[in-house]
Protein backbone atom coordinates (compact mmCIF):
# COMPACT_ATOMS: atom_id res chain seq x y z
CA UNK A 1 0.00 0.00 0.00
CA UNK A 2 3.29 2.14 -0.31
CA UNK A 3 3.00 3.43 -3.54
CA UNK A 4 -0.26 4.56 -3.64
CA UNK A 5 -0.93 7.12 -6.54
CA UNK A 6 -4.73 8.36 -5.86
CA UNK A 7 -5.33 7.87 -2.71
CA UNK A 8 -3.85 9.27 0.72
CA UNK A 9 -4.02 6.52 3.62
CA UNK A 10 -3.68 7.46 7.63
CA UNK A 11 -3.26 5.49 10.66
CA UNK A 12 -5.18 6.84 13.92
CA UNK A 13 -5.09 3.93 16.69
CA UNK A 14 -7.30 1.56 15.37
CA UNK A 15 -8.66 3.94 12.89
CA UNK A 16 -7.60 3.50 9.36
CA UNK A 17 -8.44 7.10 7.32
CA UNK A 18 -8.59 6.53 3.72
CA UNK A 19 -8.87 9.51 1.50
CA UNK A 20 -9.53 9.72 -2.45
CA UNK A 21 -6.67 12.03 -4.05
CA UNK A 22 -7.37 12.99 -6.95
CA UNK A 23 -7.83 16.77 -6.53
CA UNK A 24 -7.67 17.98 -10.52
CA UNK A 25 -10.37 16.09 -11.19
CA UNK A 26 -12.53 16.22 -8.13
CA UNK A 27 -11.66 12.52 -6.92
CA UNK A 28 -13.53 11.15 -10.06
CA UNK A 29 -13.07 7.45 -9.32
CA UNK A 30 -11.14 5.76 -12.38
CA UNK A 31 -10.20 2.48 -12.64
CA UNK A 32 -6.97 2.97 -11.46
CA UNK A 33 -8.40 4.56 -8.33
CA UNK A 34 -11.17 2.11 -7.74
CA UNK A 35 -8.44 -0.70 -7.64
CA UNK A 36 -6.39 0.81 -4.96
CA UNK A 37 -9.28 1.70 -2.91
CA UNK A 38 -10.31 -2.22 -2.91
CA UNK A 39 -6.88 -3.61 -2.61
CA UNK A 40 -6.53 -1.03 0.16
CA UNK A 41 -10.09 -1.68 2.11
CA UNK A 42 -9.27 -5.52 1.46
CA UNK A 43 -5.97 -4.81 3.04
CA UNK A 44 -7.31 -3.31 6.12
CA UNK A 45 -9.97 -5.39 6.74
CA UNK A 46 -7.29 -8.12 6.86
CA UNK A 47 -4.99 -5.83 9.73
CA UNK A 48 -6.21 -7.04 13.31
CA UNK A 49 -4.95 -3.17 14.53
CA UNK A 50 -7.70 -1.55 12.51
CA UNK A 51 -11.19 -1.84 13.81
CA UNK A 52 -12.90 1.10 11.46
CA UNK A 53 -12.42 2.55 8.66
CA UNK A 54 -13.01 6.39 7.69
CA UNK A 55 -13.73 7.17 4.02
CA UNK A 56 -13.11 10.82 2.82
CA UNK A 57 -12.62 12.74 -0.35
CA UNK A 58 -11.75 16.33 0.11
CA UNK A 59 -13.75 19.30 1.52
CA UNK A 60 -14.71 20.41 -2.39
CA UNK A 61 -15.39 16.80 -3.51
CA UNK A 62 -16.15 13.19 -1.97
CA UNK A 63 -15.92 12.13 -5.68
CA UNK A 64 -17.92 13.47 -8.53
CA UNK A 65 -18.58 10.17 -10.06
CA UNK A 66 -16.74 7.57 -12.38
CA UNK A 67 -14.43 9.23 -14.58
CA UNK A 68 -16.12 10.52 -17.76
CA UNK A 69 -13.35 10.70 -19.96
CA UNK A 70 -12.25 7.48 -19.24
CA UNK A 71 -15.57 6.35 -20.26
CA UNK A 72 -16.80 8.54 -23.04
CA UNK A 73 -15.08 6.10 -26.08
CA UNK A 74 -15.76 2.92 -24.40
CA UNK A 75 -18.56 0.84 -26.55
CA UNK A 76 -20.68 -1.07 -24.73
CA UNK A 77 -18.39 -4.52 -25.16
CA UNK A 78 -15.42 -2.80 -24.07
CA UNK A 79 -17.56 -1.63 -20.43
CA UNK A 80 -19.07 -5.54 -20.08
CA UNK A 81 -15.08 -6.53 -20.68
CA UNK A 82 -13.76 -3.76 -18.21
CA UNK A 83 -16.44 -5.22 -15.64
CA UNK A 84 -15.49 -2.01 -13.54
CA UNK A 85 -18.97 -2.36 -11.14
CA UNK A 86 -18.26 -5.61 -10.30
CA UNK A 87 -15.00 -4.71 -8.52
CA UNK A 88 -17.61 -2.58 -6.08
CA UNK A 89 -18.85 -6.22 -4.71
CA UNK A 90 -15.38 -6.46 -2.68
CA UNK A 91 -16.34 -3.15 -0.96
CA UNK A 92 -19.60 -4.47 -0.25
CA UNK A 93 -18.23 -7.78 1.42
CA UNK A 94 -15.64 -5.22 3.95
CA UNK A 95 -16.39 -6.42 7.00
CA UNK A 96 -15.14 -3.67 9.64
CA UNK A 97 -16.97 -1.03 9.62
CA UNK A 98 -16.94 2.07 6.90
CA UNK A 99 -17.61 5.67 7.56
CA UNK A 100 -17.98 7.96 5.08
CA UNK A 101 -16.78 11.71 5.56
CA UNK A 102 -18.80 13.62 3.02
CA UNK A 103 -18.34 17.00 1.74
CA UNK A 104 -18.60 18.70 -1.35
CA UNK A 105 -19.60 16.91 -4.56
CA UNK A 106 -21.01 13.23 -3.71
CA UNK A 107 -22.18 12.50 -7.66
CA UNK A 108 -23.19 9.19 -9.26
CA UNK A 109 -20.22 7.00 -8.28
CA UNK A 110 -18.95 9.10 -5.72
CA UNK A 111 -22.83 9.11 -3.99
CA UNK A 112 -23.04 5.80 -5.10
CA UNK A 113 -19.72 4.99 -2.83
CA UNK A 114 -21.20 6.78 -0.03
CA UNK A 115 -24.25 4.36 -0.17
CA UNK A 116 -21.38 1.14 0.32
CA UNK A 117 -20.54 3.09 3.21
CA UNK A 118 -22.17 1.77 6.59
CA UNK A 119 -22.60 5.83 8.15
CA UNK A 120 -22.32 8.61 6.71
CA UNK A 121 -21.27 12.17 8.30
CA UNK A 122 -21.94 14.89 6.03
CA UNK A 123 -20.07 18.62 5.84
CA UNK A 124 -22.58 21.23 5.48
CA UNK A 125 -21.71 21.48 1.71
CA UNK A 126 -22.15 17.96 0.61
CA UNK A 127 -23.84 18.68 -2.59
CA UNK A 128 -25.58 14.52 -3.60
CA UNK A 129 -26.76 13.77 -6.55
CA UNK A 130 -26.93 10.90 -9.12
CA UNK A 131 -26.61 13.41 -12.62
CA UNK A 132 -25.34 10.37 -14.50
CA UNK A 133 -28.87 11.20 -16.79
CA UNK A 134 -27.50 14.26 -17.94
CA UNK A 135 -24.61 12.53 -19.90
CA UNK A 136 -26.78 10.22 -21.67
CA UNK A 137 -26.28 7.19 -18.92
CA UNK A 138 -28.19 6.06 -15.43
CA UNK A 139 -25.94 4.75 -12.05
CA UNK A 140 -24.27 1.71 -12.76
CA UNK A 141 -22.69 0.96 -9.29
CA UNK A 142 -26.06 0.81 -7.42
CA UNK A 143 -27.58 3.70 -7.26
CA UNK A 144 -31.18 2.87 -8.55
CA UNK A 145 -31.30 0.09 -5.48
CA UNK A 146 -29.07 1.24 -2.85
CA UNK A 147 -30.69 4.89 -2.95
CA UNK A 148 -34.77 3.72 -3.41
CA UNK A 149 -34.44 1.30 -0.72
CA UNK A 150 -32.54 4.45 1.33
CA UNK A 151 -34.72 7.31 0.69
CA UNK A 152 -37.94 5.37 -0.88
CA UNK A 153 -39.26 4.81 -4.86
CA UNK A 154 -40.18 8.56 -5.59
CA UNK A 155 -37.43 10.40 -4.01
CA UNK A 156 -34.81 8.31 -5.37
CA UNK A 157 -36.69 8.60 -9.01
CA UNK A 158 -36.97 12.30 -9.04
CA UNK A 159 -33.00 12.43 -8.32
CA UNK A 160 -32.44 9.44 -11.00
CA UNK A 161 -34.28 11.04 -13.46
CA UNK A 162 -33.54 14.69 -13.19
CA UNK A 163 -29.68 14.09 -11.99
CA UNK A 164 -30.71 17.09 -9.81
CA UNK A 165 -28.19 17.89 -6.49
CA UNK A 166 -29.77 17.67 -3.00
CA UNK A 167 -28.41 19.58 -0.09
CA UNK A 168 -26.82 17.78 2.71
CA UNK A 169 -29.99 18.62 4.66
CA UNK A 170 -32.13 17.77 2.28
CA UNK A 171 -30.00 13.99 2.21
CA UNK A 172 -29.99 14.00 6.31
CA UNK A 173 -34.14 14.49 5.94
CA UNK A 174 -34.12 12.02 3.70
CA UNK A 175 -32.29 9.49 6.27
CA UNK A 176 -29.27 9.00 3.66
CA UNK A 177 -26.71 10.82 5.72
CA UNK A 178 -26.44 10.44 9.92
CA UNK A 179 -25.07 13.85 10.69
CA UNK A 180 -24.57 17.32 9.25
CA UNK A 181 -21.93 19.32 10.61
CA UNK A 182 -20.23 22.39 9.91
CA UNK A 183 -17.28 22.09 6.78
CA UNK A 184 -14.23 22.60 9.26
CA UNK A 185 -15.33 19.46 11.37
CA UNK A 186 -16.84 16.78 8.88
CA UNK A 187 -13.51 14.48 8.99
CA UNK A 188 -12.74 15.09 12.70
CA UNK A 189 -16.42 14.15 13.56
CA UNK A 190 -16.35 10.89 11.21
CA UNK A 191 -12.94 9.76 12.80
CA UNK A 192 -14.56 11.01 16.65
CA UNK A 193 -17.28 8.06 15.44
CA UNK A 194 -15.66 5.54 14.22
CA UNK A 195 -13.04 5.72 17.33
CA UNK A 196 -16.13 5.12 19.57
CA UNK A 197 -16.64 2.18 17.04
CA UNK A 198 -13.25 0.90 17.43
CA UNK A 199 -13.52 0.81 20.99
CA UNK A 200 -16.17 -1.29 20.93
CA UNK A 201 -15.86 -5.05 21.26
CA UNK A 202 -14.29 -6.05 17.77
CA UNK A 203 -16.40 -9.66 17.14
CA UNK A 204 -19.44 -8.29 18.52
CA UNK A 205 -19.02 -5.36 15.70
CA UNK A 206 -18.52 -7.74 13.16
CA UNK A 207 -21.59 -9.76 13.63
CA UNK A 208 -23.89 -6.90 14.24
CA UNK A 209 -22.78 -5.13 11.20
CA UNK A 210 -23.04 -7.94 8.66
CA UNK A 211 -26.49 -9.28 10.32
CA UNK A 212 -27.50 -5.50 9.59
CA UNK A 213 -26.83 -5.98 5.64
CA UNK A 214 -28.26 -8.85 5.98
CA UNK A 215 -31.47 -7.01 6.19
CA UNK A 216 -31.03 -6.14 2.62
CA UNK A 217 -31.33 -9.02 0.85
CA UNK A 218 -33.49 -11.68 2.67
CA UNK A 219 -37.08 -12.18 4.26
CA UNK A 220 -37.60 -11.05 7.51
CA UNK A 221 -37.74 -14.82 9.04
CA UNK A 222 -34.12 -15.66 6.71
CA UNK A 223 -33.19 -11.95 8.65
CA UNK A 224 -34.36 -12.89 11.94
CA UNK A 225 -32.67 -16.13 12.01
CA UNK A 226 -29.64 -14.73 10.70
CA UNK A 227 -29.89 -12.23 13.69
CA UNK A 228 -30.27 -14.76 16.28
CA UNK A 229 -27.32 -17.45 15.01
CA UNK A 230 -25.46 -14.18 15.35
CA UNK A 231 -26.12 -13.27 18.72
CA UNK A 232 -25.57 -16.95 19.97
CA UNK A 233 -22.18 -17.01 18.25
CA UNK A 234 -21.04 -14.19 20.18
CA UNK A 235 -21.62 -16.32 23.46
CA UNK A 236 -18.26 -17.95 22.51
CA UNK A 237 -16.42 -15.01 22.53
CA UNK A 238 -14.25 -13.68 25.60
CA UNK A 239 -15.36 -10.24 25.24
CA UNK A 240 -19.17 -11.39 25.63
CA UNK A 241 -17.59 -12.95 29.02
CA UNK A 242 -15.68 -10.00 29.61
CA UNK A 243 -18.36 -7.66 28.61
CA UNK A 244 -20.73 -8.95 31.12
CA UNK A 245 -18.15 -9.51 33.49
CA UNK A 246 -17.59 -5.76 33.56
CA UNK A 247 -21.10 -5.15 34.13
CA UNK A 248 -21.57 -7.21 36.76
CA UNK A 249 -18.50 -5.89 37.99
CA UNK A 250 -18.80 -1.94 37.91
CA UNK A 251 -15.82 -1.63 36.07
CA UNK A 252 -14.39 -1.14 32.26
CA UNK A 253 -14.15 -3.61 29.93
CA UNK A 254 -11.11 -4.43 27.79
CA UNK A 255 -11.72 -6.37 24.43
CA UNK A 256 -9.10 -8.54 23.23
CA UNK A 257 -10.89 -9.11 19.62
CA UNK A 258 -11.53 -13.38 20.90
N1 LIG B 1 -15.03 12.54 -14.61
C1 LIG B 1 -13.92 13.11 -15.14
N2 LIG B 1 -13.55 14.37 -14.86
C2 LIG B 1 -14.33 15.10 -14.04
C3 LIG B 1 -15.49 14.57 -13.46
C4 LIG B 1 -15.83 13.22 -13.78
N3 LIG B 1 -16.90 12.60 -13.24
N4 LIG B 1 -16.08 15.52 -12.70
C5 LIG B 1 -15.29 16.60 -12.78
N5 LIG B 1 -14.23 16.36 -13.59
C6 LIG B 1 -13.15 17.27 -13.95
C7 LIG B 1 -13.60 18.33 -14.95
O1 LIG B 1 -13.57 17.80 -16.27
C8 LIG B 1 -12.57 19.41 -14.71
O2 LIG B 1 -11.37 19.04 -15.35
P1 LIG B 1 -10.60 20.13 -16.29
O3 LIG B 1 -10.15 21.18 -15.31
O4 LIG B 1 -9.50 19.34 -16.88
O5 LIG B 1 -11.60 20.65 -17.25
C9 LIG B 1 -12.32 19.33 -13.21
O6 LIG B 1 -12.77 18.02 -12.82
C10 LIG B 1 -13.11 20.34 -12.41
O7 LIG B 1 -14.46 20.23 -12.77
P2 LIG B 1 -15.36 21.47 -13.26
O8 LIG B 1 -14.52 22.50 -13.94
O9 LIG B 1 -16.51 20.92 -14.04
O10 LIG B 1 -15.84 22.03 -11.84
P3 LIG B 1 -17.20 22.78 -11.50
O11 LIG B 1 -17.04 23.24 -10.09
O12 LIG B 1 -17.53 23.81 -12.55
O13 LIG B 1 -18.36 21.67 -11.58
C11 LIG B 1 -19.31 19.50 -11.14
C12 LIG B 1 -18.34 20.59 -10.67
C13 LIG B 1 -20.75 20.00 -11.06
C14 LIG B 1 -19.13 18.32 -10.17
C15 LIG B 1 -18.99 19.07 -12.58
O14 LIG B 1 -17.59 18.81 -12.69
C16 LIG B 1 -19.72 17.84 -13.05
O15 LIG B 1 -20.89 17.91 -13.39
N6 LIG B 1 -19.03 16.68 -13.06
C17 LIG B 1 -19.58 15.42 -13.56
C18 LIG B 1 -20.57 14.82 -12.55
C19 LIG B 1 -21.17 13.57 -13.12
O16 LIG B 1 -21.84 13.57 -14.13
N7 LIG B 1 -20.94 12.44 -12.45
C20 LIG B 1 -21.45 11.14 -12.87
C21 LIG B 1 -20.41 10.41 -13.67
S1 LIG B 1 -21.01 8.89 -14.40
C22 LIG B 1 -21.07 7.79 -13.12
O17 LIG B 1 -20.66 8.07 -12.01
C23 LIG B 1 -21.61 6.40 -13.43
C24 LIG B 1 -21.80 5.51 -12.27
O18 LIG B 1 -22.91 5.18 -11.91
C25 LIG B 1 -20.66 4.95 -11.55
Known sequence: MSDLKNLLLEIDGYVAIVRLHR???LNALNLELMDELVATLDSLDRDENI?????????KAFAAGADIKEM???TAVDMLYRDQFSKWDRIRKIKKPIIAAVSGFA???G?????????VIASETARIGQPEINIGVMPGAGGTQRLTRAIGKVRAMEMVLTGKF????????AGLVNKVVPVEFFLEEAVRLAQEIASKPPV??????EAVLKSFDTTIEMGLEFERKNFYLLFAS???KEGMAAFVEKRTAEWKGK
Not at 51 to 59: F, K, M, Q, T, Y
Open 204 to 209: AVRLAK
Open 51 to 59: RAIVLAGSE
Open 238 to 240: EDM
Open 111 to 119: CELMMHCDI
Open 23 to 25: PAV
Open 72 to 74: ASA
Open 107 to 109: LGG
Open 166 to 173: ITAQEAFD
